[in-house]
């Protein structure tokens, strides 16, 4: 994939000068910097271990202190999604373009409160295990076909509703939104790379905007700036740390896959309250990709996220406040 963009361009230029294309001459880098590109073996699997988790908490009494509002005034839950997706490359296109198919191995889904029975049994992920889907990615890294994961991001959609419908549509609280940031995003700081082909240096920033996962239905963006720190040798080859720090987004780029359709109600707490307004978001992660053999080998992103909610009715003026703490991690297995 390295030169694949090179190539591509050499032949284009020769087919429109209506010639012999010319014979590519190596990529010239600038001085300290690598070219970063996502990269498959044909027959070589990579799996990996996704975990996303949030501690969540709702402060019915914002106006007091802690300490003042005690525990009936304060609601904590936790949840979190573990998940392991193997990578194989099906098609590798001598221009770059490599078709992959992901197959979720595993998922697990763990709350530390369960709204109702139905959702105790099962949360709408868990129809993932041996579900499989395709990506064909581009030789920056840029996902140049999602439509399979969207197609499938629909029909788990359709698995958040009570079957039940006699009442309306009702959607039990589920972490698709965890599966789409982890999925849909997968090699985002690399795809992101502004002339990716003069390769980057360290201290070099770049910037993107990802989905915001959360217990609620909202759609919602973090802004990304991503910082080249350095270049580590290792025995496993060279590592490109790559830093990440987060602040709200103000809207949601078009296009971006929508888990659900038509009206409906949410049940639990997070659809009992309403008018969420992201008030804050900060936070940092760390990336490690292995320039040398074109991977992600680990992340870790951590951020705070704050929130203004209402009632359904204007109950003595009270606005709910949320705060959550969330996590999310990925891992390549040996």
């Known amino acids: 994939?390295?030169?694949?963009?090179?190539?591509?361009?050499?032949?284009?230029?020769?087919?429109?000068?209506?010639?012999?294309?010319?014979?590519?001459?190596?990529?010239?880098?600038?001085?300290?910097?690598?070219?970063?590109?996502?990269?498959?073996?044909?027959?070589q699997t990579l799996r990996y271990k996704f975990v996303s988790s949030r501690d969540i908490e709702v402060?019915?009494?914002?106006?007091?202190?802690?300490?003042?509002?005690?525990?009936?005034?304060?609601?904590?839950?936790?949840?979190?999604?573990?998940?392991?997706?193997?990578?194989a490359p099906v098609k590798i296109d001598p221009y770059g373009l490599t078709k992959i198919e992901a197959t979720c191995e595993s998922v697990k889904v763990t709350r530390s409160k369960q709204p109702t029975a139905r959702a105790a049994r099962t949360d709408a992920v868990d129809s993932l295990r041996g579900k499989t889907f395709t990506l064909t990615v581009g030789p920056t890294g840029k996902i140049e076909d999602?439509?399979?994961?969207?197609?499938?991001?629909?029909?788990?959609?359709?698995?958040?509703?009570?079957?039940?419908?006699?009442?309306?549509?009702?959607?039990?609280?589920?972490?698709?939104?965890d599966f789409i940031v982890t999925q849909w995003f997968l090699?985002?700081?690399i795809a992101r790379i502004e002339n990716a082909s003069e390769g980057v240096c360290p201290g070099q920033n770049w910037t993107s905007q990802i989905?915001?996962?959360?217990?609620?239905?909202?759609?919602?963006?973090?802004?990304?700036?991503?910082?080249?720190?350095?270049?580590?040798?290792?025995?496993?080859?060279?590592?490109?740390?790559?830093?990440?720090?987060?602040?709200?987004?103000?809207?949601?780029?078009?296009?971006?896959?929508?888990?659900?359709?038509?009206?409906?109600q949410m049940s639990g707490t997070f659809g009992f309250l309403r008018g969420y307004k992201l008030v804050s978001l900060e936070g940092k992660g760390q990336e490690l990709f292995n320039a040398t053999y074109g991977r992600v080998e680990q992340y870790d992103q951590q951020y705070r996220m704050q929130l203004d909610a209402g009632l359904p009715f204007a109950l003595g003026g009270v606005q709910p406040q949320i705060t959550i703490d969330q996590k999310l991690t990925m891992q390549l297995l040996e």
Do not use: H
């Open 1 to 43: 994939m390295r030169t694949a963009l090179l190539v591509f361009a050499a032949v284009l230029l020769g087919a429109l000068a209506g010639c012999k294309p010319p014979v590519a001459e190596p990529e010239k880098l600038r001085p300290g910097c690598e070219l970063l590109t996502v990269d498959f073996s044909q027959g």
């Open 59 to 87: 402060n019915w009494e914002p106006s007091k202190t802690p300490s003042k509002a005690g525990k009936a005034g304060v609601d904590k839950t936790a949840e979190s999604m573990e998940m392991i997706v193997a990578y």
């Open 146 to 177: 999602y439509s399979k994961l969207d197609e499938l991001i629909r029909q788990i959609g359709e698995k958040a509703f009570r079957p039940d419908t006699s009442r309306g549509r009702v959607k039990e609280p589920d972490m698709i939104g």
């Open 187 to 189: 090699w985002d700081s």
């Open 211 to 264: 989905w915001i996962p959360s217990p609620m239905v909202m759609r919602k963006a973090r802004d990304i700036t991503y910082t080249l720190a350095e270049f580590r040798s290792t025995d496993k080859g060279k590592l490109a740390v790559i830093r990440s720090s987060y602040s709200p987004a103000e809207s949601v780029p078009s296009g971006w896959p929508v888990p659900y359709t038509g009206s409906f």
